[in-house]
């Protein structure tokens, strides 16, 4: 059992946990992720890795309700324990000094991008982020990216903060005027893709990071695999990062909903027994 030490609310379908699991946290990377399952009779759901200290022995969640169990673990509490943590897993993302460093989160994908910012910033680049919302209510981890970053642009979809629009405004905007080595984009499927498309004609590196529907997480089971280039991958051992130029957006996409009935229906027996 792995007791939950904090959760805090950032709206009313996404939360944080930050749990003490002292192995974990001790040999976390950027870009890894852990498979949790909370309880006896829960699925296992791979959640990427928010942040993580090996001082305090705790990593980090960010969590958002798209289902049944992840609705069930909002309930959890600071002091509640889950039933396992396993990881780890997942390749780390490659850290190196290369320049400028553009990083683009969307929506629940801000929090695990913040690991490499950190890792990238602390090896000695120049950072730029832009982290993009619905709306002002919902920001949140705008002072840790202040922090790390030496540019941050926010954006939000109705204008209640920062700039108005899509992320990818201010993307063309940064890469048509400046000199940018690396852009790392993790958000929804379609914000990656818009991403990588953007990049796409200045030739600049996109690293995505994918979270693909997954069973065992060691690859054995080839749910979560995905077509890159001319390979065929698993999100899982081969990733998450990605090269996000020749990830096949639209094959991944139409996979993502092949258990959408099913999810609905577990959904709503689960609200009306509560």
């Not at 890469?175 to 990588?196: D, E, F, Q, T």
Request: glycine share 10%.
């Amino acid at each position: 059992m792995f007791k939950i030490i904090r959760k805090e609310i950032f709206s009313p379908v996404t939360y944080m946990w930050e749990i003490e699991v002292p192995d974990i946290a001790s040999s976390s990377k950027p870009g890894q992720f852990v498979i949790v399952h909370h309880n006896e009779k829960s699925e296992r759901v791979p959640l990427t890795i928010a942040d993580f200290d090996a001082e305090r022995g705790t990593i980090t969640l960010v969590i958002q309700v798209v289902g049944k169990t992840s609705k069930e673990m909002m309930s959890y509490e600071a002091g509640d324990s889950i039933l396992d943590v396993a990881g780890p897993l997942g390749e780390a993302s490659h850290i190196d000094k290369i320049g400028t460093v553009l990083f683009v989160g969307g929506g629940l994908g801000v929090a695990p991008i913040y690991p490499q910012l950190r890792a990238f910033k602390e090896k000695g680049n120049h950072t730029i982020s832009i982290v993009g919302f619905r709306s002002k209510e919902i920001v949140f981890w705008e002072e840790r990216f202040r922090y790390f970053s030496d540019e941050l642009i926010i954006t939000t979809d109705d204008g209640s903060y920062g700039e108005k629009g899509l992320v990818t405004e201010p993307l063309k905007r940064l890469i048509s005027h400046g000199v940018v080595n690396l852009v790392v984009a993790i958000g929804p499927l379609v914000m990656m893709r818009a991403c990588a498309e953007v990049t796409r004609p200045f030739g600049i590196k996109t690293i995505v990071s994918l979270n693909p529907i997954m069973v065992d997480g060691t690859g054995m089971c080839g749910s979560c695999r995905v077509s890159v280039g001319n390979e065929v991958k698993f999100a899982c051992i081969d990733g998450p990062d990605m090269d996000g130029h020749i990830v096949n957006f639209d094959e991944l996409l139409v996979r993502q909903k092949r258990f959408d009935k099913y999810e609905k229906i577990a959904l709503k027996r689960f609200e009306s027994s509560q």
